[in-house]
């Protein structure tokens, strides 16, 4: 895939009927397909009203043309873009049309996420801008949309040059004080190294700042309602769906399977899962359930422990079991439910619990305040940006990187070798980030979760 330079085509809009389906070709040179489809040439950029013919002369369509010639395309290549009528038979014998003509081309049809590899390999983008392009079709929340489309923009990957950029003055200053070590110069203290250091370190730490926040606008958080039987978990998720999910009734052991419902709060993408109550059990099917609650526990971005107002000690028990489960750093959320039942003295709750009814609404809000907090949003802020995980590894590294070249230039001109050397590896590590020095696989893993046609 990452390297063909034969035409391909794809239908690049959605399957299913439309009122329209736009399909697509790049390639080095389509004239000659062009005016074998249509018997002339298209002037670029302008749109087309023409008819599509089968090979008997019978009218397949009449749609728009519009031809764009290399470089100024999407892809960097020549390329034909056909807005036919939007039906999927339609669509199929346009394709079937453009193969039969373009076989002396080699016309293949596209892989996933083919086109926009190529707008990458041809310069239009970067990689970070390429990622932006899945990311803002698969955004799931008006903020998402916002920050992909800033990312395709450029900005983050502005940002990011800006910092390799920083970084890079600070080696040749190193470097070169290097290459005439004879003149002695107290580097540290010419250079400011130290100061410009710390800029480089809190730009990092603000871009890894900001990442952070993307990634959780681009994946949401995978949130798991746990706790005992019967203390309104799936009674929890549905009121905060809005609709009746999860099935609800006063019998302990309800939920066997687990139910997924995905909602926002204040734009954050949530990921509810409500699980079967946490309990010892003789029931085959319910201690399957159980299991898969576990599994879910394992993999949560958060946890809610739930437990009634009358709760005991199995509660805590259970709580510290749920604990021992949990992935690094992933926070719990306490919830006391069902708070309509009796008055509560909230002075001896557990510390930082949140009193609510499932069934009434109480105490709602305030759990979702909680739950954004206890996630680390920070708020809707100005110049957001989606981040993938990808990113925030590369950040992370980067920043490690720069941590350890600040304890080398501490060792003063001693080690100024070293400090260069992790000057470097944090400079690939962002360079990542945009494709520059990006393994081959790992390009091709990218583009590969691309959908057809993208
Ligand atoms: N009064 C009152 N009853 C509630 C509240 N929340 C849930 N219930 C009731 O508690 C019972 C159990 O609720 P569920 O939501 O099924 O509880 P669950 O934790 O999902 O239970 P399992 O699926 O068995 O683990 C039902 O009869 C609910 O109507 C609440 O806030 N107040
Ligand atoms: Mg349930």
């Not at 063909?4 to 389906?21: D, E, Q």
């Not at 056909?82 to 081309?105: N, S």
């Not at 099917?285 to 993999?299: F, H, M, Q």
Request: glycine content about 8%; proline content about 4%.
């Amino acid at each position: 895939m990452m390297t063909r330079k034969l035409p391909i085509i794809a239908v690049a809009t959605a399957p299913g009927k439309a009122g329209v389906g736009v399909v697509r070709i790049s390639g080095n040179n389509l004239e000659a397909i062009t005016k074998a489809l249509f018997q002339k040439t298209l002037k670029p950029r302008q749109a087309n009203l023409l008819t599509l013919r089968d090979s008997g002369g019978q009218t397949i369509d009449q749609l728009i043309a519009i031809y764009f010639s290399a470089p100024a395309s999407f892809t960097g290549e020549d390329v034909l873009e056909l807005q036919c009528h939007g039906g999927p038979q339609l669509l199929e014998l346009v394709m079937k049309r453009c193969l039969e003509l373009g076989k002396d081309i080699g016309l293949v049809i596209a892989e996933p996420g083919e086109f926009t590899l190529r707008a990458y390999l041809n310069n239009k983008i970067d990689l970070a801008q390429a990622e932006a392009i899945a990311d803002l079709i698969d955004a799931q929340s008006e903020a998402a949309v916002r920050g992909a489309a800033r990312s395709l923009q450029g900005e983050f990957s502005d940002d990011i040059n800006e910092l390799i950029e920083e970084i890079t003055q600070l080696r040749i200053l190193v470097e070169s004080t290097l290459d005439f070590p004879e003149e002695e110069i107290e580097f540290l203290e010419n250079a400011q190294a130290r100061v410009r250091l710390e800029a480089v370190k809190t730009k990092l730490q603000s871009l890894l700042a900001g990442a952070k926040q993307g990634k959780i606008l681009r994946d949401g958080i995978q949130l798991v309602l746990a706790g005992a039987p019967n203390v309104g978990k799936s009674s929890l998720l549905n009121r905060l769906a809005g609709e009746e999910v999860s099935i609800v009734t006063p019998i302990a052991g309800t939920t066997r399977d687990r139910v997924k419902e995905s909602i926002t709060i204040e734009g954050v993408p949530m990921h509810l899962i409500d699980t079967a109550g946490l309990r010892d059990t003789n029931d085959v099917v319910e201690s399957k359930g159980i299991e898969r609650s576990w599994d879910a526990i394992r993999l949560a971005d958060l946890v809610i422990f739930m437990a009634d107002i009358d709760s005991s000690d199995t509660d805590s028990r259970l709580k510290d079991k749920i604990l021992a489960e949990l992935p690094p750093k992933c926070p719990v959320v306490h919830v006391m439910n069902k708070s309509d039942l009796l008055p509560v003295n909230t002075l001896l709750m557990p510390e930082g619990a949140i009193l609510i009814s499932a069934k009434t609404g109480d105490g709602i809000p305030a759990l979702k305040r909680k739950i954004l907090e206890m996630v680390g949003w920070s708020g809707p802020q100005e110049g957001a940006i989606v981040a993938r995980r990808r990113h925030l590894d590369c950040l992370e590294r980067a920043s490690e990187h720069i941590v350890k070249s600040e304890q080398f230039a501490a060792n003063g001109n001693n080690s100024l070798e070293l400090f260069a050397e992790e000057l470097s590896l944090a400079q690939n590590h962002l360079g990542q980030i945009t494709g520059k020095l990006l393994p081959d696989d790992l390009l091709g893993k990218i583009f590969s979760q691309f959908c057809i046609g993208k």
